[in-house]
């Protein structure tokens, strides 16, 4: 039987590229090509002599054993393919769980950042009465126009502290769901808020001063 000159080591060298399933398949197609070849050279074997008889049993023989090595490269296929689809369905499952992790997690990020969103709004319209208590300082002339004042600048500071504390417990939330940059936003503003607030405070009891002064002159 004629063999193929290969390499030494060349396929070993390249079957060590190759996953399980592909060397079981390239075992199992050696081994069909070893038994045809075998096969054929037993039929081919003429029996009209003693000598002929006995190479063609032999010849026979080991196309029987040839036989039995294709029946179990064939069986090491049949398990590579069960064990590539166990492999398979083990990262489709994998994946799906995956899938539904970031779904849940998106939903979790989502209404987080949906509170955040509502405190942005909130920030916004206290930044606007802001303006406009800075606005009526610069326009208050009278003790009336100041008490006036005074009484706006704390519905601010109220605002500004639920705010704050609004602020707190979503930054805590976004901590226990380890959502670090919404985490890192909320401490920001709520420590932004709260100095906004002090310097607004600092603001009305000075205000306050000046009334209880002018209140002493008259």
Known sequence: MKKIAQRPGSRDARDRDLGELTLA??????????FEELAATARRLPLDTRRGVERAAKATTEAAEGQSQVNATLGALVAAITSARERHEANALALQTRGEEIRARAEEVSALYERFSALGDEGKLINQLVQDAAASQREAATPAQVRALVGDIEGIEDRMSKLVEIARALNQAATAATISDLAEQTDALRQQVAAAKNKLGLLRKGLTAQLEDASKLN
């Open 25 to 34: 398949a390239l075992a199992l197609e050696r081994e069909l090509d070893r």
